[in-house]
């Protein structure tokens, strides 16, 4: 079986200041893990996914992620954030083998953008 | 490349009826999903196609939801009757063909947003 938590429900930034969204995994099987955007009304679109390739994985609108087995986690970065991340955000785990690939996500963080 | 089409996209009824959600997945898509999003919650996911046929419907509350991929292509999801704890926004995703490794993104669409009265 397969879990996600995510640290904080709701982060407030500046505009500007990194961004940091934490995600921790539980998998009984090498993971696949996956980082999605949601803005308002919207389906959800893929930011960035770690496929057991390299650990620092680079994705979208300038977000990167890296993947740390020794600590479980998967942690979204942003060095600089702007007005048009504020959005919520979920990480999400699938397993890396088997037919279904299916994914399990977390509760979400909502990204606030301070002017 | 044309995404994931729902419709409608809101919908408002009383609870004891019942409703049908529509979802046509991005073309040559073998793999239809259909999640559940509770406000404040991550999506859960209710049911998985391969083509037409069911790979997983654990989740799905079986005694008001259903859902069917006829020709493989084109997918409802109805729910009959339904309760107020259904309210929720339904999304669907389409993945290409299972088995190809770390191309089995999901795609999702702009989800169905349900108020049960």
């Known amino acids: 079986a397969q879990s996600v938590t995510q640290l904080g429900s709701h982060v407030s930034v500046s505009e500007g200041a990194l961004v940091l969204l934490r995600c921790n995994y539980s998998s009984s099987v090498p993971p696949y893990l996956f980082w999605y955007v949601q803005y308002p009304n919207q389906g959800l679109q893929l930011l960035l996914k770690y496929t057991s390739a390299a650990t620092l994985v680079k994705g979208i609108n300038g977000f990167e992620a890296e993947f740390k087995k020794s600590e479980t986690s998967f942690h979204l970065t942003k060095p600089s954030a702007h007005m048009s991340d504020a959005a919520e955000y979920f990480c999400?785990?699938?397993?890396?083998?088997?037919?279904?690939?299916?994914?399990?996500f977390g509760s979400g963080t909502q990204l606030t953008v301070l002017p | 490349e044309a995404g994931v089409a729902q419709s409608p996209r809101y919908k408002i009824i009383e609870k004891r009826q019942s409703v049908a959600f529509w979802c046509n997945p991005i073309s040559g898509h073998a793999t239809l999903y259909w999640y559940q999003q509770i406000l404040g919650q991550g999506p859960k996911l209710l049911i998985q196609f391969q083509n037409n046929g069911v790979v997983d419907d654990s989740q799905l509350p079986k005694d008001r939801f259903s859902a069917e991929r006829l020709k493989g292509v084109d997918s409802t999801l109805k729910i009959q009757p339904a309760k107020l704890e259904d309210s929720a926004v339904y999304l669907c995703a389409s993945s290409e063909q299972l088995g190809q490794g770390a191309r089995n993104e999901q795609f999702f669409g702009p989800g169905t947003r349900l108020t049960v009265l």
């Open positions: 999400a785990v699938s397993r890396s083998s088997g037919s279904a690939r299916q994914l399990t």
